[in-house]
């Protein structure tokens, strides 16, 4: 690998001692290191919203993420349509997807110039509505976009109708995912090299609050109810927690697995359960 890219959270390095020390440890050793073009409302180029994603040049070879899991999803959503790994510094909390910790990057830079590392294809969603489409590493979720009522919505699975739920939401998740707001609303944890789709519902008002898994290959349609008054409900699909689509009732947003895949760089040989465990233990 001779050209990177450092996409940094300038709230988790604020002073960009972490980005620059990695510029200039990586600069010495004669590669190329540029930071990533995005600009936030403050004009900004080092810093990551929500509202702008980062522009990545397209020969790079390997994007250096600063930040937490979200500022991973943020780039591997970036990236989607340029087929470039990723690795996380966690500067954050969590860290399921950020798995080199500030202490050691020098050890995973230098692994990393030296090959000693694994590639790893993690499955994404697509999910599409009236023409316009967007894709998920992490989960799409459908939830109300004002007040506090509850919204009503029908669930198909391959064309076929399956269910109703009256709740605050719905969480339609990767394995990746799983361990994110799918885990919160009680979804299960899956191994994250896995390919499957789950649907969970967020504080549904039923007595089955079950999670459903299906296969890779399953269309999965949420079709937005009136609310229960018979008025019109809005709500909005969100993806990663970034990207959004509104939708109306009678609206339908088709969610089925991406062709694309978000890659990312793995230096630890270390078990999924060792992971879990250790983020369980904080």
């Known amino acids: 690998m001779d050209k990177f890219c450092i996409v940094t959270n300038r709230v988790k390095d604020k002073d960009l001692k972490v980005t620059n020390h990695i510029k200039n440890y990586l600069e010495k050793r004669g590669k190329t290191v540029v930071i990533a073009s995005e600009k936030s409302e403050e004009e900004d180029p080092l810093f990551i919203t929500r509202k702008h994603l980062s522009i990545i ?10 930040g937490g899991d ?3 999803l943020q780039a591997a959503r970036s990236v989607a349509y340029q087929d470039i790994p990723l690795v996380g510094v966690n500067m954050g ?9 500030e202490a050691g990057v020098d050890d995973a830079l230098d692994r990393i ?3 000693w590392y694994e590639i790893e294809d993690r499955m994404m969603l697509r999910g599409a509505l009236e023409g316009k489409k967007d894709y998920s590493l992490n989960d799409i979720i ?10 009503g919505y029908n669930i198909f699975v391959n064309d076929q109708f399956l269910c109703s ?5 719905l969480v339609v998740s990767t394995p990746t995912g799983s361990t994110g707001y799918n885990m919160s609303a009680g979804g299960p944890i899956i191994e994250p090299s896995a390919n499957m789709i789950l649907v969970t519902p967020i504080c549904p008002h039923t007595l089955n609050s079950r999670s459903l898994v299906f296969s890779p290959n399953t269309k999965i349609d949420v079709e937005l109810l009136p609310g229960r008054d018979g008025n019109p409900m809005t709500a909005i699909s969100s993806f990663d927690g970034s990207g959004t689509l509104l939708m109306h009732t009678g609206d339908k947003i088709e969610i089925k697995m991406s062709k694309k895949t978000t890659k990312i ?3 630890n040989k270390v078990s999924f359960l060792d992971v879990i465990s250790k983020k369980f233990e904080k």
């Open 165 to 169: 739920y009256y709740a605050d939401g």
């Open 93 to 101: 909390t969590m860290g399921y997807l950020a798995e080199v910790e």
């Open 113 to 115: 110039l030296k090959g």
């Open 142 to 151: 459908v939830t109300r976009y004002q007040g506090i009522a509850t919204i």
């Open 265 to 267: 760089l793995r230096l």
């Open 70 to 72: 979200g500022t991973m």
């Open 57 to 66: 040049p397209e020969d790079t070879d390997l994007v250096i993420v600063l």
